[in-house]
């Protein structure tokens, strides 16, 4: 018999009264140096569990190699910080996450071929996931709460009543884990809409819904799908996410911590998405994609009850006082906010153009029209593309299919536009200097898509190339992973302004490591790493301003700030400063 059970409504734990208090926290989005420090915060608000995802994308980034299970993805030490805190877990291993993850959680070398039917009983797709699922469920056995681990709980699927009705898929999931030894109790979770939970629900599994508001009404929904059984909200939405260029997200605590005590005086259990929403490192954001591509940022604060740096928040100490109404509260004072880097200026004196740097960072691919980045073998981040150009004069480039996402243009090494995704982009009027110029186009992937039927969708540049109507022929394609920064020959800059994209390196001193905010003023776009640790993107389109910097990503002493500045800029100084800046706020 699993742990965790069902009433008629409500839950029993080891054969005792048990009502889940649960907060969503990614292992994936914290620096791992960190779990041990969000998990008692977790505990400290009078949580009894968390939650998270697992991202297969990044536990099995080649079909045909190990899951991977160690730094960011080492699942099973955050599972025994987790048992040690004395939480519950419960687990979301999808195999589709959402969460706002590139390509929600999808490898990319399973949807990048069109013929397979993802989320489906497509024995192409659930072939791929029993393969991943044999390789990942043997390092999760000992964390089962049938071993006396702390995992209570697995969700078969993710919010599937909002995507398809393909039943055989979901119990073809359900039989998965159970044939592999997965003895827990098994849920589906779904927004609170009737033809939703129909459509993603299972019989002999829990049914679970998503919410932020409408308490009685959502819950209302959830007992007329299920006349009896608990009611647990899976995803009570606390805040959001943000897109570039859009608002920074909150919602106001009083608002939500109402709600909440609305969820717990109704008997339901829940879990608050997020707890702690962290940080999108590097390139791992997801995007929307309706009627236009919305890439989201790379901070994931969410205005959680702990912010993107820890810091217990106006939610955290609301929400401590409502689950204390409900349940008891450990009698531990609230952790204190912690400590910061004092504000130090970098001055960035090295400097290294991108450009001439493609031949000997990345081997080129010949081809007659550009190929896409997963053609490359490149599922993240950049790709450039080089031909020539053998008329002269004014014209029109055109962009057959356009670009995925955003991509820059060159001729004879100066810019000439941009193109982009969300804009729907695919001419580009240009000035050709002289017959033979050289035509470069630098593509960047800006997230994979997250959520809907446009997962998967390509990279790069997606058709043929045409100048004044002639199609270019004769490409240089080179994936640019960007991945080894020690291979960039750094010279000292002159202060001149830099018009092209470049690479900029300063050194800053450290006494004591602590949480850190990247401010750069005078900067466009790009990537910024510290230490060699990619802190994801930034852009003055906002909506945020910073990028956190983790203590753990420091050192006492000499530190390495590194940018990729792919506009050009007047500016040759950074600022590490003591407070976030996410941008203006849109209060829902």
Request: proline fraction near 9%.
């Amino acid at each position: 018999m699993p742990a965790l059970t069902t009433t008629s409504d409500g839950f029993l734990l080891h054969g005792e009264p048990f009502r889940i208090i649960s907060g969503a926290l990614h292992y994936f989005r914290v620096h791992p140096g960190l779990w041990s420090d969000r998990l008692r915060k977790a505990r400290l608000m009078g949580l009894n569990a968390v939650e998270t995802y697992i991202p297969w994308n990044h536990h099995q980034p080649d079909p045909d190699g190990p899951v991977v299970l160690d730094g960011f993805l080492d699942l099973p030490r955050f599972l025994g910080l987790a048992r040690d805190e004395g939480l519950h877990v419960l687990l979301r291993p999808g195999p589709f996450i959402c969460a706002e993850w590139d390509g929600g959680g999808l490898p990319d070398w399973l949807t990048s071929d069109p013929d397979i039917r993802l989320r489906s009983s497509d024995p192409r797709f659930t072939g791929a996931v029993d393969r991943y699922l044999d390789l990942l469920l043997p390092a999760l056995r000992p964390h089962l709460a049938a071993a006396g681990g702390p995992v209570i709980a697995v969700q078969v699927e993710n919010e599937y009543g909002a995507y398809g009705d393909d039943s055989a898929y979901l119990k073809h999931l359900a039989d998965a884990f159970r044939s592999r030894g997965v003895e827990e109790l098994l849920f589906t979770c779904d927004q609170a809409d009737p033809e939703h939970l129909a459509a993603g629900s299972l019989p002999g599994v829990l049914t679970a819904s998503t919410f932020g508001s409408r308490v009685e009404q959502n819950l209302g929904r959830l007992r007329a799908h299920r006349s009896e059984g608990p009611l647990f909200c899976a995803e009570f939405w606390i805040g959001w996410f943000d897109h570039w260029g859009g608002p920074h997200h909150v919602r106001d605590a009083a608002d939500a911590a109402a709600d909440l005590d609305r969820l717990l005086s109704a008997g339901a259990s829940v879990n608050i998405y997020m707890f702690h929403g962290g940080t999108n490192f590097g390139l791992t954001n997801g995007a929307n994609h309706k009627h236009a591509y919305e890439p989201t940022i790379t901070s994931y604060d969410y205005d959680a009850a702990l912010t993107e740096c820890g810091d217990p928040g106006p939610k955290y100490h609301a929400f401590r006082e409502v689950i204390a109404r409900h349940a008891a509260v450990p009698d531990e004072p609230v952790p204190d906010p912690g400590p910061k880097l004092p504000p130090t200026d970098v001055e960035l004196d090295g400097l290294a153009a991108l450009l001439p740097l493609v031949g000997a960072l990345a081997t080129p691919v010949r081809t007659d029209d550009p190929v896409t980045m997963g053609e490359l073998g490149q599922h993240t981040g950049y790709a450039l593309y080089r031909t020539v150009l053998a008329a002269s004069g004014d014209g029109l480039l055109h962009f057959a299919g356009g670009v995925g996402d955003r991509a820059q243009v060159f001729v004879d090494g100066a810019p000439v536009g941009v193109l982009e995704r969300e804009r729907h982009d695919e001419t580009l009027p240009v000035r050709v200097p002289r017959p033979g110029a050289t035509l470069e186009v630098l593509v960047e992937n800006m997230g994979g898509v997250n959520y809907g039927p446009r997962i998967g969708s390509a990279k790069g540049l997606l058709g043929p190339v045409s100048f004044n109507g002639t199609v270019l022929r004769g490409w240089d394609c080179h994936a640019l992973p960007l991945d080894d920064l020690d291979a960039v020959p750094f010279i000292p800059g002159d202060g001149a302004a830099v018009t092209v994209p470049a690479f900029h390196r300063g050194t800053f001193e450290v006494i004591a490591p602590a949480d850190a905010f990247l401010s750069l003023p005078g900067w466009t776009k790009g990537q910024a790493w510290v230490n060699g640790f990619q802190l994801g993107r930034y852009w003055n389109r906002g909506p945020q301003r910073t990028l956190y910097v983790p203590a753990p990503v420091l050192r006492p002493g000499t530190n390495e700030l590194v940018l990729l500045e792919l506009h050009g800029s007047t500016a040759t100084r950074a600022q590490l400063t003591d407070t976030p800046d996410l941008g203006p706020e849109n209060t829902w």
